[in-house]
């Protein structure tokens, strides 16, 4: 049976780190068919994410680039690796994410530039840089093509302690829909997953440091104090995140577009 994803070229970003988020979208988009690019700004963990890639899919259908979203020239690199190597680009996931965590009082206008950079600058020129190939999508897909930007709940809920990263995520939510709206005339659905509480390395080192501050007896008790706060009182696996990536970005979703995926179990209160 063919994937749901069968023959298409995404483009995934902040794939860098084995067991996150990016990774789990590359490896779902992999099992149904898709050939897959990669992206990260770090390499350490290569081997084993291609190594991890091969078991998901044919070997020759991922590759890995280095890629620092926030720089136009490694997006035009990027774009045009990704054509040269597949042939055109149908999928385009901005997932690299970062998060300084502090408020207006103690965040640095540096750091606040740092973060919008990677949550929302880094959106725009990755849309702007794959547009073009984005744009031949319909030509080989019913559906045309698809965006797909992870955001947060961070982008609904405020935060005093985190300020960054709720502006940011929140810019990217609007960015998503002035995006849907401008590309759906050339069939390019743009979309956004808002993850809740999702166990990736990253947040259980930040879990580690509520622990060593005292604020918890150990991981466990963190996650489930924090995921008790949602509806649902789980968390999630970046896995079980990836399903909603591989929806939107199928033509199951041909409809949808300027949507928003809450992907969190009800945490919070949405704005
Ligand atoms: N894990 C969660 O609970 C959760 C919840 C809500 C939203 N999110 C979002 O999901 C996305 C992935 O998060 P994750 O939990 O997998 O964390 P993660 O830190 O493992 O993933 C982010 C990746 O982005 C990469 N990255 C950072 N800056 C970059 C840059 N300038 N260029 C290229 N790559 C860069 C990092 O190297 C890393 O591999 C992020 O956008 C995050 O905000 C995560």
């Known amino acids: 049976m063919a994937g749901r994803l069968e023959g298409k070229v995404a483009i995934v970003t902040g794939a860098g780190r084995d067991g996150n988020i990016g990774v789990a979208i590359c490896e779902a988009y992999l099992r149904e068919g898709a050939r897959v690019v990669g992206t990260d700004f770090r390499d350490e963990e290569k081997a ?15 590759r890995y680039l280095l890629h620092d979203v926030t720089s136009e020239a490694d997006w035009a690199r990027v774009a045009q690796e990704t054509q ?45 840089a794959c547009l073009p190939a984005l744009k031949s999508s319909v030509q080989r897909f019913p559906g045309g093509g698809s965006i797909v930007n992870n955001l947060s709940m961070a982008s609904y809920m405020p935060n005093a302690h985190n300020i960054g990263y709720h502006v940011s995520k929140a810019a990217g939510r609007m960015l998503t829909l002035c995006a849907a709206l401008e590309f759906g005339p050339a069939k390019i659905r743009v979309n956004s997953v808002h993850p809740g ?3 990736t390395p990253l947040i259980r080192e930040g879990l580690a440091d509520y622990v060593k501050m005292g604020a918890y007896e150990d991981v466990d008790a963190a996650e489930a ?3 008790g706060m949602g509806a649902l009182g789980i968390s999630s696996d970046p896995e079980d995140t990836a399903h909603a990536f591989v929806y939107l970005a199928s033509d199951e979703a041909r409809f949808v577009t300027g949507a928003s995926i809450y992907h969190d179990g009800a945490i919070g209160q949405r704005y």
């Open 48 to 62: 084993a994410i291609v190594a991890r890639m091969g078991r998901a899919g044919p070997a020759d259908a991922f």
């Open 84 to 128: 040269d190597a597949f042939g055109g680009i149908d999928i385009l996931v901005n997932n690299a994410g970062i998060s300084i965590h502090a408020g207006i009082e103690h965040t640095s206008l540096d750091d606040l530039r740092k973060v919008m950079a990677v949550n929302h600058d880094a959106l725009f020129i990755g849309m702007k």
């Open 197 to 199: 509480l999702t166990m």
């Open 225 to 227: 104090s924090i995921a």
